[in-house]
């Protein structure tokens, strides 16, 4: 996998990505629930995770055992129109991820999301 840089190919960039929102409804009973809406989809690279939880030896990550949490580097374009703020999630084939920092790489170039994976019983529907 190619290491972030500053000269990001266009073509490094080949999963869809949903940004979500969170929304606080509230139900017939009166009480609150916690939605989340689609903010966009874009198109995202996913760089080289960091991976916790490794095994002893450090060996091939094949061998690994690695934890439910892994932090995930994300890199998407720019977009003038949607304001990404760390209170917004990123949905990956199914899996959710918890927006931790946004980086803007270049002048408006680049958005730089780490994130990390929630745990299987937390992910969004």
Do not use: C
């Amino acid at each position: 996998m190619r290491p972030l840089s500053h000269t990001s190919i266009i073509g490094d960039r080949d999963r869809r990505v949903t940004i979500q929102q969170s929304v606080t409804t509230r139900g017939a009973s009166g009480a609150t629930q916690l939605s989340y809406v689609t903010v966009d989809t874009v198109w995202a690279a996913l760089r080289q995770p960091s991976l916790r939880g490794r095994s002893s030896s450090d060996e091939d990550l094949d061998e690994m055992q690695v934890v439910a949490s892994s932090d995930v580097v994300w890199e998407i374009r720019f977009r003038s129109d949607i304001d990404i703020t760390e209170k917004y999630i990123l949905v990956y084939e199914g899996r959710t991820y918890d927006i931790l920092s946004i980086e803007e790489f270049g002048r408006k170039e680049l958005w730089i999301l780490k994130t990390l994976i929630q745990s299987p019983n937390s992910a969004v529907a």
